[in-house]
């Protein structure tokens, strides 16, 4: 069983910044890609950030290019999502997500991901 853990999410003014962590457990041998998905009120889940667990890799939506930064620590099995100058269309719960079916890149479709934390809220205020 794989679980993973979401936490740093809060409220922060426009431009302001926050680091989410995603602590992952089980399924470390067999772990390919870690993503970041966000999803606001009305609106569909949405790729931000995902991240080759062994190579370190990693992809951004073109809205995020510059501002954040996905990374991984593997001594900790935790996956990091450093936000920067966030916008308040950025509002919403962001989710960490683990694909253990071995695709060449990190999905940016939340259907190819084998696990999903619970989520953890932003609030970004103008």
């Known amino acids: 069983q794989v679980l993973l853990v979401e936490s740093g999410g809060g409220a922060v003014q426009a431009g302001g910044s926050l680091r989410l962590s995603c602590g992952i457990r089980?399924?470390?041998?067999?772990?390919?890609?870690i993503g970041w998905f966000r999803q606001a009120p009305g609106k569909e889940r949405e790729f931000v950030a995902g991240?080759?667990?062994?190579?370190?890799?990693?992809w951004y939506a073109d809205s995020v290019k510059g501002r954040f930064t996905i990374s991984r620590d593997i001594a900790k099995n935790t996956v990091y999502l450093q936000m920067n100058s966030l916008k308040p269309e950025e509002s919403a719960v962001y989710s960490c997500?683990?694909?253990?079916?071995?695709?060449?890149?990190?999905?940016?479709?939340?259907?190819?991901?084998?696990?999903w934390g619970q989520g953890t809220q932003v609030a970004v205020s103008s």
């Open positions: 991240i080759s667990w062994t190579l370190s890799t990693t």
């Open positions: 089980g399924g470390a041998f067999s772990r390919y890609h």
């Open positions: 997500a683990a694909d253990y079916t071995g695709y060449a890149a990190a999905p940016r479709t939340a259907g190819r991901y084998d696990f």
